[in-house]
Each structure stands twice: as C-alpha cells, then as structure tokens.
C-alpha cells in the first residue's frame, strides 16, 4: 500500500522538478529588480594567496526551560580565526537568555536579561512585532532567543580586534529590526565583510529553484555570480552574489558582501572552501559552527542543573506542564 502511494506521489514532483525554468530571478524583498540571468555574468575563481586573517562568525542558541510565561534559553556565539588554512584562534562568548512576559498598559512585552558573557545591551522586545520593511506579526515568547542570537552574533562581529581582517558571518545581511541596522551600518566601517547563507529559498520567476538555476548553468569550475538584482532597499545594506567556492562542489551559496572589494573577498573565501569534510562550504564557518553549536547533552545537563536549584519546585512543575504535553506523547512507544 505504501509503495503504491509513493509510486503516485512521485509523478507530480518528478513533473514539476523536470519543468524548464524561467532565466529570471524573482524576489518578494522590495526594491529588488530582477536581472535575467546570463553565462556572460558567470566569474570564474583563481587562485589567490590572501595573508589577511580570514574569520568565521556563527551562533548557537538551545532553549533549556519553556513555559507560557518564562523562557530561559542558552546562546553561544563564536569566532574563529584563519590565516591561510591554519587555525590561528577562537574565541566564544556564552551567556543565559531570560526571557520574561510582562504586561504593561494592556501589552505584552518581554523583558530580557543575558546572564554570563554581558557584552552587547538587550532592549525590552514588544510581542506585537513590526520590521524595518513593515511586516506586523506577533512574536511568540520561544522566538526571542533566535534575535538575541543575531544580535549576539554582529555584536562580536562588532568587536573583532584584527584589522584588515575578512570576515564571513552565517545568515544575511538584511536588516529586520533596528537595532541590526545599527550594528550593520557599524560594520559597514570594516575592510571587508560578508554573510554567507546556508539554505535559500530563492526562485526563479516560474517559481523554480534560482541556486539549482545557476549550478545547472554555471562552469564546472568555482565561480561567482553577479549581477542578480539592482537593489534599491534601505534595509538592505549589501549586494548579492551566488557562489560555488570549490569546482568539487555540488552546493551553491547565497552570498551578500557588505562592503569591500568582493572579488578579492570571495577568492579569498574560496580558498578557505576545498576541505573534503564539506567541498564549498568555508571551513572557518564549518568550525565556528562547532564552537557554536549547542548540543543535545549540554543542553540536557543545563536543563537538569537548571532544575536541581530552583527553590520552587512545586511551582516550576505546574508552569512546565503547560508545554511539555508534546514531549510526554513523543515519549510514548
């Protein structure tokens, strides 16, 4: 029975997979106008001794206590520094994320406190959002620590002591909230500065995928793409590039470079790109992302070190009931 669903499952996708796709990006963001995609805008990468620091900047963030009220999460963001393929140092900043609700005037807020590394300022966040480009949603208590990651993560970006340094940063380089505009108009005053996204969910106009588009079209080699669109968005700071770092390859990457000559910054990131543990990924993010991670047994031993010196137990144990209905059904064999 279940082979039979699959067999006719798999005929639309393979059918909508096979479609021809249409040589022009489409965005949502606004101010993107697209440009059609053409091989003559395929640049294909050198060989290039760079003797600048090359710096990987990635975040962890695990949540260790929820309840509808309260959220403690643990956040970790990481640098990791690279002359040529040799490690030269990293250094992380930790800290707890305490989140509260707190009602005020009939509005939820949240405040927040970070306990451990304190180096960067976290403001109160409303739950009734709205971003930089006007987007209105409301912000639940468990997605706070995903912000507070990010602004952890540009705050160290802020404060990395080595000059005329590249730095790459996981994710992008759009600005959602102020308080990232800021940090980003910051590092705008650095040499050379770029954010690199792991997954993009870009399309092409007939709503194939745009990555797929361009590794399909590109050269064997490692290359970079540009121009995609001419970007008129004041909450966009940087230009957008697609890149494939290693002719091995089979990843294509969004890139978005801040400032700085962006191809001295991308053959400078490709040589960084040819380790065997993933061809095309840099592999100072690969280590900052190590540094970063918070696993499922640190998490685990937060948790229950967390519990074993809450003086209310009793308490504690009727606010975690009302989240932890989920977890006890998974349990259930």
């Avoid at 999460?73 to 040529?84: H, P």
């Avoid at 706070?144 to 380089?173: C, F, P, Y």
């Avoid at 080699?221 to 004041?234: G, K, L, V």
């Amino acid at each position: 029975m279940r082979v039979e669903l699959i067999d006719k499952a798999v005929k639309p996708i393979d059918e909508f997979i096979s479609k021809e796709t249409e040589m022009l990006p489409f965005s949502r963001e606004k101010g993107f106008i697209p440009i059609e995609i053409d091989e003559a805008n395929f640049h294909t990468l050198s060989l290039f001794s760079d003797d600048r620091e090359l710096v990987g900047i990635d975040g962890g963030n695990s949540n260790i206590i929820s309840a509808p009220n309260f959220s403690v999460d643990f956040i970790r963001a990481a640098a990791v520094y690279y002359r040529g393929k040799k490690r030269i140092k990293a250094e992380k900043k930790e800290f707890f994320c305490i989140t509260k609700a707190e009602n005020k005037n009939e509005k939820i807020t949240y405040s927040i406190d970070a306990i451990g590394d304190s180096f960067f300022k976290i403001s109160p966040i409303s739950s009734k959002m709205e971003t930089l480009d006007g987007e209105k949603y409301n912000l639940e208590i468990s997605s706070v620590a995903g912000i507070v990651r990010r602004l952890a993560e540009l705050n160290l970006a802020v404060q990395i002591n080595a000059a005329n340094a590249n730095i790459i940063i996981d994710g992008s380089v759009k600005a959602k909230y102020a308080e990232e505009m800021e940090l980003l108009q910051k590092l705008r005053e650095r040499e050379s500065i770029g954010f690199l996204s792991k997954t993009s969910r870009m399309l092409t106009k007939n709503a194939s995928s745009l990555n797929s588009a361009l590794n399909e079209l590109g050269p064997k080699a490692s290359w970079y793409y540009h121009p995609i669109f001419r970007i008129n968005n004041p909450y966009y700071p940087g230009e957008m590039y697609f890149v494939k770092l290693s002719a091995k390859s089979k990843h294509v990457f969004k890139l978005e470079v801040l400032n700085g000559d962006a191809q001295r910054f991308i053959q400078a990131i490709s040589m960084n790109s040819d380790d065997p543990v993933f061809h095309g990924y840099p592999y100072c993010l690969i280590d900052a992302d190590k540094f970063a991670r918070v696993t499922n047994n640190e998490k685990e031993y937060l948790k229950t070190l967390f519990l074993s010196k809450i003086k209310n137990k009793h308490k504690m144990q009727y606010l975690l009931s009302n989240s932890d209905a989920h977890d006890i059904l998974d349990n259930i064999g």
